[in-house]
T-cell receptor, first 116, second 109 residues
């Protein structure tokens, strides 16, 4: 079974530039998560989708971050404009149904972002 | 108080040792508890779920104490390959998945 795919794996940009990340979850998984993991910290949930609807985006900095999952399959996360403090690993995860948080989440390899 | 707290370590132990980590949480509405393992520069992977009655998977034992609001992970007979960061995760109901910062374990020969 193919895992969660993410691209690009690495990205270096200058502050105030825009960047976009892509995620393709495990086939058939209804729930998709985007996390931000800053060095030395645990992953922090940015947004959770159930199919193509948003379940929670309370921790997403909406002035600069946006995410979509238009067809309920793959998803993109965008940062515009980027700040130095956005340097982190952006992890995408998926789970089969998202049953009230009781399921295993499967993570992709992440995108390492460095903002200069 | 942070929602989920873990001692970052590192815990430096010899092969064969027994080591235990705790994870305390503040939200009593948390319903589901997990331990994930994260190797250096890799993604987190599920190690085990934590059930109310406690559960064991080979050398690993997880326990939940709702009264004191913590979960624990016990690793017996540590192997070099156990060296990693161990993340606790809480979720459930309307409570979004929340990770601790992780506890670093180094097992040396």
């Amino acid at each position: 079974e193919a895992g969660v795919a993410q691209s690009p794996r690495y990205k270096i940009i200058e502050k105030r530039q825009s960047v976009a990340f892509w995620c393709n979850p495990i086939s058939g998984h209804a729930t998709l998560y985007w996390y931000q993991q800053i060095l030395g910290q645990g992953p922090k949930l940015l947004i959770q989708f159930q199919n193509n609807g948003v379940v929670d985006d309370s921790q997403l900095p909406k002035d600069r971050f946006s995410a979509e999952r238009l067809k309920g399959v793959d998803s993109t996360l965008k940062i515009q404009p980027a700040k130095l403090e956005d340097s982190a690993v952006y992890l995408c995860a998926s789970s089969a149904t998202g049953l009230a948080g009781r399921e295993t989440q499967y993570f992709g390899p992440g995108t390492r972002l460095l903002v200069l | 108080r942070k929602e989920v707290e873990q001692d970052p370590g590192p815990f430096n132990v010899p092969e064969g040792a027994t080591v235990a980590f705790n994870c305390t949480y503040s939200n009593s509405a948390s319903q589901s508890f997990f331990w994930y393992r994260q190797d250096c520069r890799k993604e987190p992977k599920l190690l085990m779920s934590v059930y109310s009655s406690g559960n064991e998977d080979g050398r690993f034992t997880a326990q939940l104490n709702r009264a004191s609001q913590y979960i624990s992970l016990l690793i017996r007979d540590s192997k070099l390959s156990d060296s990693a960061t161990y993340l606790c995760v809480l979720s459930g109901g309307s409570y979004i998945p929340t990770f601790g910062r992780g506890t670093s374990l180094i097992v040396h020969p």
